[in-house]
């Protein structure tokens, strides 16, 4: 937690979430289109994009910070149960990405909402809320594959290279494979949004959705949890 309140990378992180937000919402409110929808689904691509972005990021970060600045021994020597480091990284990682989307799909949800009263335009406000709150856990499983990748290649740069790769193309890849094509983590963690926001029919059910999601998010993390408990660290 002090590393999230001191360092700089998750301030300036936070910073930039926040700030598509208020220009989403500024934007919306200068142009005052006139569909509904627009005020439902620009915020909720926009701000969801740039969150999920935000939270790969962090999640590789926290994953590579002892590495890249070469404390991970002291860590150790103060904690050597690699994997009660390990666990506290990644909760703290999910907390944070927790608060910070409820606080970014808060203030994009209100901002918009605001944007279509001063247009005169009536909004679907359960579904504007429901795409944003209903994103939260998509952006905390985009966090949990970022320190996945992050601690499988110990690099921030090769973290987030490998993580933005599986976020945006790896789905389509595994879509060729017949069968698959409705358990991609993309389709799996749109069914989460859209269950938990109740916006409707899902490709595969809630439940099936999360426990997709939670293999997804396993797949990735367990090969550098595994390499971190048995691998010399000098």
Known sequence: MAKIRYLPLPRWTGAVVAASAVVVGIILYAIQPSGAETYVAVPSAAVGTITLFAGVVLGVWFATLEFSSGTMQRTLTAEPNRSKV?????????????????????GAA???????????????????????????????????????????????????????????????????????????????????????????????????AIVGTIAWCLVIILPGWIRFLRSDLK
């Not at 390990?86 to 808060?106: D, H, N, P, R, Y």
């Not at 976020?167 to 989460?192: C, K, M, N, W, Y």
């Open 86 to 106: 390990l666990g506290e990284k990644l909760a703290v990682v999910l907390i944070a990405t927790a608060i910070g989307g409820i606080l970014v799909a808060a």
């Open 110 to 208: 209100g901002l918009s909402n605001l944007a279509a009263d001063a247009s005169g335009v009536a909004i679907d406000r359960a579904e504007l809320a429901g795409q944003l709150f209903g994103s939260v856990p998509r952006w905390m499983a985009a966090a949990s594959i970022g320190f996945g990748f992050g601690l499988l290649g110990r690099s921030f740069g090769g973290g987030i290279a490998a993580a933005l790769v599986f976020v945006l193309a790896f789905d389509g890849l595994v879509s060729f494979i017949p069968g698959l094509e409705d358990f991609t983590f993309g389709q799996l963690t749109h069914d989460l949004t859209n269950g938990i926001g109740g916006l409707g029919e899902t490709q595969n059910g809630l439940f099936v």
